[in-house]
């Protein structure tokens, strides 16, 4: 018999119970032992869904315990840095939610205390499971649209209100949908394009009241490229998800990946025939002039497979893979991110140095 690795969850707000639990438990050779659930409702959910899971209330429960193996943390992004070090110094393998730290040296220094100790240490930038992002992918290394020059990403939302107590919308640091929904879209554009040589950045605070930034839109240049990275909260109409632009034509996708909306229901892989599965009517459309003639085609998304990023990890801990979310790649999402604050800030574009540790 295959050993169970035990897993231990810090956080159970949206996070946890709706992007890390639901994986965690339909992999048979991961068991969600220890939660942090420590507001009321967190506590009856966890109890419903997962009654097998033990509720602690301290972070400390966990990282201390001899019997977890992973450490899960899906809390506020000021504490991804102390909890993660915390946890590799007890001997943990760690996964961190999204964004990784709040600054790239932090992160330098996480990535070296992993590999010192020899642990796994993985972030989920898991937008790289997503149907449209896997779609768009497949569709440029296909060579249909020729050489890309333009690559527009975005995620919109409409919410013209703020949420009492949300911490993302506070003037923090690692606060802002930029940290939120921008560290997913320039994950992607660094898989399928590389490091940037330089970036710039439009950061704006536009709702009433609004504290944090809720509009940005950041570039990345490339010899013969240029990356568009766009965000905001007051999009009423849906927008394009990706719109790529090549020498024979472009290809053009709306609608979202469908897992979010299952998972938020309480939905697990195993429940839905079909996981990850796009309606045919957010299919992108493919316009190029191939052999001369015009061509339209409508494209089939790919299958999202967020379960993909802890088959992953199990692989890893089992020696069988090399890891596919690499903390370094994570750590240059943080330090774009600080190259776009800086260059709204002052004002001009920032070349792009990726120091390597």
């Not at 690795?5 to 119970?17: A, D, N, R």
């Not at 013209?160 to 919308?169: D, I, T, V």
């Amino acid at each position: 018999m295959q050993k169970k690795y035990k897993v231990g969850l810090i956080g159970f707000s949206i996070g946890g119970h709706v992007f890390h639990a639901p994986f965690i438990v339909e992999n048979d050779r991961l068991e969600l032992y220890k939660v942090t659930a420590r507001k009321p409702e967190q506590q009856r959910m966890l109890a419903e869904r997962y009654p097998t899971a033990i509720n602690v209330l301290s972070a400390d429960d966990i990282i201390g315990d001899p019997e977890v193996n992973l450490v899960v943390i899906a809390t506020s992004n000021d504490v991804h840095y102390s909890l993660a070090k915390a946890a590799l110094e007890a001997g943990k393998h760690v996964i961190v939610e999204k964004p990784f730290t709040n600054t790239s040296a932090k992160a330098d220094e996480l990535i070296v205390l992993a590999k010192d100790k020899n642990l796994l240490l993985s972030v989920h930038h898991n937008a790289r499971f997503h149907s449209d992002f896997k779609t768009v992918r497949k569709m440029i290394a296909s060579g249909r649209l020729g050489r890309v020059v333009n690559y527009e990403a975005r995620f919109d939302r409409f919410r013209n209100f703020l949420r009492p107590g949300a911490w993302r919308e506070e003037n923090l640091p690692g606060s802002g949908i930029h940290y939120d929904l921008g560290a997913h879209l320039i994950d992607q554009a660094l898989q399928l394009f590389g490091h940037p040589e330089w970036v710039f950045a439009d950061l704006r605070v536009q709702r009433d009241g609004a504290k944090a930034v809720d509009d940005f839109e950041i570039i990345l240049s490339y010899p013969r490229l240029k990356v568009s990275l766009k965000g905001q909260m007051l999009a009423k109409e849906p927008t394009p998800r990706f719109a790529v632009y090549g020498t024979n034509g472009s290809f053009v996708k709306w609608g979202v990946d469908p897992q979010e909306n299952l998972l938020r229901a309480g939905a697990r892989p195993g429940d839905v025939q079909d996981w990850g599965k796009e309606n045919e009517d957010t299919y992108g459309t493919l316009s190029i002039v191939e052999d001369g003639q015009d061509i339209v085609e409508r494209i089939p998304s790919e299958i999202g497979s967020g379960e993909d990023f802890y088959r992953n990890v199990v692989a890893v801990l089992d020696g069988e893979e090399a890891l596919i979310v690499k903390p370094e790649q994570a750590r240059d999402v943080i330090r774009i991110l600080e190259l776009a604050e800086q260059s709204w800030r002052e004002q001009r574009v920032v070349k792009f140095e990726n120091e390597i540790i």
